[in-house]
Each structure stands twice: as structure tokens, then as C-alpha cells.
């Protein structure tokens, strides 16, 4: 799975980074950093911090495989 913030939307509530510490951190008071490729035991916590975001800046994907499918 793939992860995608859009940072433009992001408010810095961190309900992602209580959720998913090991793909989520903030960086500063509301830097957010977050590693794109979702590890296979962090899926479920991912989806969950995607659902809890006030904002909804958490867009999950599909793994892309190196030749584009």
C-alpha cells in the first residue's frame, strides 16, 4: 500500500501519528513526515489513521510496481 498526504490540507491534528507512529511523525509543532510505502503490519493502522483525519489529507493507493502496473 501507498500513502499520500496532502500537506496543503493537513492542519497538524496528528490523529495519524497517535494511530500510526511508525509511518507517521511530526516534525516541529505541524511539519508532518510520513513514509509513502506503508510496511505490511502497519496497513490496518494506516487505513484507520486515514479514516480519522478531520481533514481527510490522507489519500491511501495501491503498491506500484516497478513497470507501472
Do not use: K
Not at 502497519?42 to 489513521?49: G, L, P, S, T, Y
Not at 480519522?52 to 506500484?64: D, K, M, R, S, T
Amino acid at each position: 500500500m501507498r500513502t499520500v498526504v496532502d500537506l496543503t490540507r493537513c492542519q497538524g491534528y496528528a490523529q495519524c501519528v497517535f494511530l500510526a507512529p511508525r509511518v507517521f511523525q511530526l516534525h516541529g509543532e505541524e511539519g508532518l513526515l510520513y513514509a509513502p510505502a506503508v510496511p505490511d503490519d502497519q496497513v490496518e493502522r494506516v487505513r484507520q489513521a486515514a479514516a480519522a483525519c478531520p481533514v481527510q489529507a490522507i489519500l491511501l493507493g495501491e503498491e506500484v510496481s516497478a513497470d507501472g502496473r
